[in-house]
Nanobody, 124 residues
């Protein structure tokens, strides 16, 4: 059974940084694409970033360009999201996801497994 567990969320002031982690079990992430999505209150879950099996990255450039970096450590079976220069509009629950394929995707429906989410709150 695939399980994804996020950690690293919290409260931070605008301009600060956080690093989210997603520990996977039940599958080895070196063979699958992994993604990060976020959902603000009353809004749809939206794509943030993804990394494919070989380390290729894609981002929602409009919202996180130059500020967020996705990475992974295959030995630790963990995916990370480094978030810098945080803004109040980055406040959301952040979800880690995995899909049954090696290439990235930017839609919720393309992902098969989800974590429980971690809250990120950015104060102004």
């Amino acid at each position: 059974q695939v399980q994804l567990v996020e950690s690293g969320g919290g409260l931070v002031q605008a301009g600060g940084s956080l690093r989210l982690s997603c520990a996977a079990s039940g599958r080895t992430i070196r063979s699958y694409a992994m993604g990060w999505f976020r959902q603000a209150p009353g809004k749809e879950r939206k794509f943030v970033a993804a990394i494919n099996w070989s380390g290729g990255r894609t981002y929602d450039t409009d919202s996180v360009k130059g500020r967020f970096t996705i990475s992974k450590n295959n030995a630790k079976n963990t995916v990370y999201l480094q978030m810098n220069s945080l803004k109040p509009e980055d406040t959301a629950v952040y979800y880690c996801a995995s899909r049954n394929g090696g290439e990235t995707a930017q839609t919720v429906s393309k992902y098969d497994y989800w974590g429980q989410g971690t809250q990120v709150t950015v104060s102004s």
